[in-house]
């Protein structure tokens, strides 16, 4: 008979969707049954973590990107006994300063003013990967024509639910499965310190920076990121 394989769940960031785990969903279909999660429609991390729950296999592996990680940390609350292995990448357990917060409201005002999106995608792009990347034509247009697709709508949506995410950080000592953490050492938009916080506060996790990258880790470095998870999800 054969062994069934393990279930994977991938959680997109903010304004991505399948494209972002394209090369992970491809290269990692033979120990693993991937899913990509649909995060756009709700604009809370825990509408977004009950969606994902109830589209997903009884256990499964859980990879969360960005804001995805901040799902990825409401579904381990929900329903910690349903997740056997986590990875974190570019990611953070902090919940947004009033800073961040007022940052975000000037972009969702902004976004939604006619040409402000394509103005909004144009600026996004100088720190969202790191600047040698920002000349790969075929990166920079994958990236954008994947969060065109999402549109303003999903921008606001998901910044909304960014900016009420809760603290994760007293969460983290309760992290008791398999744990990865992953970030692009020239990640501007969640520094490696976030990464890092992540990594500490759990027993036994393992911590990669991952050099000449930034932001966009599944995309800017997808060999790397997929052999990281490929050994995460095959070894204890």
Excluded: N
């Amino acid at each position: 008979m054969e062994s069934v394989k393990p279930s994977l769940v991938l959680v997109p960031g903010l304004l991505d969707d399948p494209h972002v785990w394209s090369h992970q969903s491809a290269h990692l279909a033979d120990i693993a049954d991937v899913v990509v999660a649909d995060i756009a429609r709700h604009d809370s991390v825990e509408a977004m973590a009950d969606r994902v729950l109830a589209q997903a296999p009884a256990r499964f592996a859980l990879a969360g990107f960005s804001l995805g990680g901040y799902v990825a940390f409401a579904i381990h609350r929900r329903a910690p006994g349903r997740v056997t292995k986590l990875a974190f990448l570019g990611t953070t357990a902090r919940p947004d300063t009033e800073a961040r917060k007022a940052e975000r409201r000037e972009q969702m005002a902004g976004v939604l003013r006619p040409g402000g999106f394509e103005d909004h995608l144009v600026h996004d792009m100088s720190a969202t990967v790191h600047a040698p990347r920002a000349k790969d034509e075929d990166l920079i247009a994958g990236i954008v024509a994947m969060h065109r697709r999402q549109g303003a709508e999903v921008f606001v949506r998901q910044s909304l639910a960014c900016m009420a995410r809760p603290d994760s950080r007293p969460d983290l000592p309760a992290i008791g499965v398999p744990t990865l953490v992953l970030c692009g050492r020239q990640d501007a938009v969640l520094p490696p310190d976030r990464s890092e916080e992540i990594a500490a506060g759990i027993v036994g996790a393992r911590l990669v920076l991952v050099e000449e990258c930034g932001h966009m880790l599944p995309l800017e470095r997808p060999q790397a990121t997929t052999a990281l998870l490929r050994e995460w999800l095959l070894y204890p």
